[in-house]
């Protein structure tokens, strides 16, 4: 689910098969472990599939986007849809006809997305409104908010564009020496007024009107004997409750900042790729085995873990309800419980990994595959 590349950006990326096999110290001789059978089921959660759509095959790193009632995604060969999020239906399209390197934001009007020719692209239900041509590659989906495109790169630099008309507004340039890059989705998002942003194992805030740093939380510093191991980018999805936000450091911690002054409020280590949510009591995260764990949001304790889908490729959790749900590379999602991990419901899809998701819109629980299929169900 995850990739690299050096900087600058211009370099050569690493291929994913090559960097997981680095990374999990794979060979010939010590094969990857064979996903943890799935247990017998009673659905304790029952959950009908309300609909379900083909966007066509998608791409890992062209994130959706829920807001309000709609989703909105774009398939690897750049085509973008707007999804009504309790039908199914499709409110409209736009064929950008360009495959991409990063997308989709939206703050339900304009939807912004980057193509692998590093183009920013702001379209909407009538058609492409502008594009700029970026400096360096972008693998995060940028932020659209408060009439603004904020975009992180590879680089590290952060952006700010009219959402207007793509007139940029201030750059925030590159930071750190870091040779390595995750091409994954990273963290940019809005709490109150204040945009944070990963930059390498920290979480920085800015104004969004111009651009000036206002505080910066360190969740994990760089250690290893090599590039790799030394990687500590803040990984997307985030956990936040009210303005408290928790994120993942890849494969170095799980942390919770006070968003409002600045401040680290827990560090624990923890081996993860993908990242958190959160509710008022407890952090849920997975580790790079897929075992899954859930933290105190308070003071960081570990409060459970469940071993239950080990090494079977599981998506960061999502809170839905008294569940937390995640999909696997088997095409499965698993509800379980926030109290314990305990198994809730199991639902089933194409058989193409999950790779998108899952997502929560009202009371619909929308995950994408591989394959294009996206499925919406309706949980009690």
């Known amino acids: 689910m995850f990739s690299l590349m050096t900087t600058p ?14 990374l999990a110290g794979c060979s010939s001789r010590s094969p990857r472990p064979d996903p943890a059978p799935l247990a017998p089921v009673t659905a304790l959660i ?11 095959a998608m791409d890992a790193l062209s994130a959706p986007v829920v807001h309000g009632s709609t989703l909105f995604l774009a398939n690897a060969a750049g085509l973008v849809s707007a999804l009504n999020t309790a039908s199914g239906e499709t409110l409209w399209r736009f064929d950008v006809a360009t495959p991409l390197s990063a997308g989709v934001g939206s703050d339900g009007q304009t939807v912004a997305l980057v193509t692998r020719s590093n183009d920013l692209v702001a379209v909407r239900s009538d058609g492409e409104r502008w594009r700029v041509r970026l400096n360096a590659r972008v693998f995060t989906p940028p932020l659209v908010a408060g009439g603004r495109v904020f975009v992180l790169a590879g680089d590290r630099s952060v952006t700010a564009f009219d959402a207007a008309n793509g007139s940029r507004l201030w750059t925030q340039p590159a930071r750190g020496t870091d040779t390595l890059v995750l091409q994954q989705s990273g963290v940019i998002t809005a709490v109150g007024d204040t945009l944070l ?22 969740i994990a510093t760089s250690r290893g004997a090599n590039e790799i191991e030394r990687l500590v980018d803040l990984v997307g999805r985030v956990g936040r409750i009210d303005r408290q936000v928790c994120v993942r450091a ?22 993860g790729a993908v990242g958190v949510h959160a509710d008022a009591i407890r952090v849920y995260g997975v580790e790079r085995n897929s075992r899954v764990v859930a933290w105190s949001r308070a003071s960081g304790e570990r409060l459970w873990s469940t071993d239950a889908f080990l090494h079977r490729g599981l998506t960061a959790p999502l809170v839905a309800g008294r569940a937390i749900a995640f999909g696997d590379a088997q095409g499965f999602v698993h509800l379980v419980s926030r109290e314990d991990g305990a198994l809730l419901n199991r639902l089933a899809t ?31």
């Open 9 to 22: 950006i211009a370099r050569t990326a690493l291929g994913l098969l090559l960097v997981v096999g680095v």
């Open 46 to 56: 029952p959950a009908t599939l309300s609909w379900n759509t083909s966007v066509g």
């Open 197 to 218: 942003v990963g930059i390498a194992g920290r979480l920085v805030a800015f104004d969004p009107l111009n651009g000036r740093m206002r505080w910066d939380a360190a």
């Open 250 to 271: 890849f494969q170095a911690a799980v942390g919770c900042v006070d968003a409002e002054r600045g401040r680290l409020l827990w560090a624990q280590p923890a081996d």
């Open 350 to 380: 194409d058989g193409s990994p999950i790779i998108h998701g899952p997502f929560l819109a009202g009371t619909t629980l929308m995950v994408v595959s591989r394959n294009g299929g996206v499925f919406g169900w309706r949980p009690e």
